[in-house]
């Protein structure tokens, strides 16, 4: 069962097409350098799962508009302001195959228009009173960034639980899908209660994608284009290695430590650590995980009442977790 | 007549102690890492200018309260934000191509860093409903990315106005004191009419600032420690050339334009171009053009009534633009 995307999103293709228009003219600006990068920024969009969350939630909840728009661009201005700034930060020349900005424009050009990105997403929601969305989203800023700033601080001493694990990829990864939920259901106006619902629905799924794609990095299948091992050698410790750590003996645990720790840039030494995991379970575990909170998002999503819009959600779900690459 | 910060902020010392000591409250984490960066930002502040201007114009419209201070720590926030992405863009372009981990380490820490003060801002005025100051900031940070892109832009191809200098000095510098003084204003909770004259006031002591800065580029006098001829270096169009270019016959203009253009990193050819201007009275011109927005800014600050406050805001704006350094 093969899930295509254009498929998962029919019900609200009007809506994503009117969202992509809407999103384009708040990005207007008379500075020509910056209006021909926004042009740029919005040629090279990728697949819309975070506007089709919002739209998707909203539908479930009820209805869209104007602030379901908006509420989608912010979320858009914001990750896109984010996404420009790691570039910077990674010097990485490409971003979905093609030319990133800062490439093409130079670093001080990429942070600046990163903060033009913020400070437009902003203006949008405070001049239309959309403070409750502005909330979400802030929060959601908030929690990534410290997240990520949370896995950097373990990465230096490599001393993880799995309960700190959860916490990392709580914050870095399924805030912001929960806040693409959230912002769908506050949108729509529905109670707080709904709301917190919605959120914790879009919580599980980002636990859930995070922990797929952790599990990526120890997927030795030919098929895969993405290299194996990254996280290793950047040190950064995820379940499945979490895992096997914990069951192994003093003395193996300080082997593979002081492998991740001091020889990780040893393509012979990151295969020994995959070896151990993969011999230790570490896979099975982090794949049940997985799915525990797959069937955690399910659960939740079935609260809602029953509604094609729903049936599109279950299968961008499963479009999310149970990607092959 | 030497002004002396300490003697113009006494009458509002006690507010800055408090303010400090509220700042670093509000940027309290759980993630040690962060935390500790946050201590470290705090003890590198510098004069406090931006507070100070909010703080006095809180006073001289009525009086200080919560949202005075809770608007200065957004304006803080949000410039330590821009300040701590520039840090990296700087490392960034000096490193080009050559990152150790560590360097990357490094520049990943600062942007997300700069990312959670955002956030951080944001949230803080959200949970008070500080909508207006948040929207009086929102504006400063979207004109400051403008108005650094306009200059880029121009910086290209050397086709520059002086309305269009002035257009990008009152952006990229100005908006930012006109937003201090429309906050502390609005903070006071005057009319809409007064916070635009607050706003307007700190707009014109903007101007006056950096075309002081810009004069800084030529001035030659020994005691001067910073560098001339910086601006030139970068093709940085400002109000002495861009005078002394519009008074030079076709030829002179084509060769200053090309020395700008392809030999600025030859010192000899820089302090041609420096010659040049003096030689065509663009010091003079300048100069003449700052104390007019000087003295348009003190104008404006008549309009308020007088008090201990008023006074010490003169002295700052005179401590601000007649500095010698």
Redesign the interface.
Known sequence: MALNIQEIQAPIAADIQSFEKKFRESMK?K????DRIMTYIVKRKGKQLRPMFVFLVARVCGNVNDSTYRGAALIELLHTA?LV??D????ANYRRGFFSINALWK???A??????L???G??LS??N?D?QL??IV??A??E???G???Q??KARNLDITEDIYYEIIRQKTASLISSCCAVGAASAGVDDNTVLRAKQFGEKVGMAFQIKDDLFDYNTAEVIGKPVGIDIKEKKMTLPLIFALNKASWLEKRRIVNIVKNESDKPKKVAEVIAFVKKSGGIEYASEVMKKYESEAFALLNTFPDSVYKQSLEQLVKYTIEREK
Chains 1, 2 share one sequence.
Do not use: A, Q
């Open positions: 600006t500075v020509m350098l910056l984010t700034h790691d910077v930060v990674d010097d670093n001080k050009i942070v600046l228009v990163g903060d033009f913020l400070s437009r902003l203006l405070l001049e009173n403070f502005l909330k802030s929060n800023v908030k990534m960034s410290e990520e700033l949370l950097m601080e």
